[in-house]
């Protein structure tokens, strides 16, 4: 079945510091792939999404490219902010048959430090 | 405001009770998921509804059941509670059931809290 692994957590860094966490995926098909943010108390948001090898999701400063033959989703960031600190979850959409469902992979926490 | 409305925001309730999580879906959206995010099991899929009709089955428990409303809320009920199943219950919507795959773009709601003592 589709699985999605990313980078255990917590990352901590400093403002300003470059972030980098690692999205790898295996499933069958052409998956679309995403970015969602959960900031504490709160439900998650999309961050990017790209939806075909080579695309480039970005938003807010993040950018994650598709590497098809790689597969794998990396996030990153090159000057990280206070505000940034949330939980990051990469996920795979695919369309088995006629079914919608993301596959997540288990979030990474990420602090930022004034 | 993400457009989908959960309630309740918290609950708290004892082992073998029952409880029902409701769902409003964003304005337009026809497509209804929900999801269980626990510490040790991450975010998991339960089910997706569209249009009133289930369409995808995950990893639901038999104790747990759902339905989606003409109306297009939605409710999960979770009965014989155990404290397992306490977790966050996100519910999500969409536009599509079908069709191009990166246009199905799911919007969550804030959850629910769900405490089983």
């Known amino acids: 079945g589709d699985s999605v692994t990313q980078m255990e957590g917590p990352v901590t860094l400093s403002e300003e510091a470059c972030l980098t966490i690692n999205c790898t995926y295996t499933a069958t098909g052409y998956p679309s792939l995403f970015w969602y943010v959960q900031y504490p108390g709160e439900g998650l948001q999309l961050l990017l999404k790209?939806?075909?090898?080579?695309d480039k999701g970005s938003n807010k400063g993040f950018e994650a490219t598709y590497r098809k033959e790689t597969t794998s989703f990396h996030l990153e960031k090159g000057s990280v902010q206070v505000s940034d600190s949330a939980v990051y979850f990469c996920?795979?959409?695919?369309?088995?048959?006629?079914?919608?469902?993301?596959?997540f992979g288990k979030g990474t926490l990420l602090t930022v430090n004034p | 405001d993400s457009g989908v409305t959960q309630t309740p925001k918290h609950l708290i309730t004892a082992t073998g009770q029952r409880v029902t999580l409701r769902c409003s879906p964003r304005s337009g959206d026809l497509s209804v998921y929900w999801y269980q995010q626990s510490l040790d099991q991450g975010l998991q899929f339960l089910i997706q509804y569209y249009n009133g009709e289930e369409r995808a089955k995950g990893n639901i428990l038999e104790r747990f059941s759902a339905q989606q409303f003409p109306d297009l809320h939605s409710e999960l009920n979770l009965s014989s509670l155990e404290l397992g199943d306490s977790a966050l219950y996100f519910c999500?919507?969409?536009?599509?059931?079908?069709?191009?795959?990166?246009?199905?773009?799911?919007?969550f709601g804030a959850g629910s809290r769900l405490t089983v003592l």
């Open positions: 996920a795979l959409l695919n369309s088995g048959g006629s079914n919608y469902k993301l596959t």
């Open positions: 999500a919507s969409s536009v599509f059931s079908g069709g191009y795959s990166g246009a199905n773009v799911l919007t």
């Open positions: 790209a939806t075909k090898a080579d």
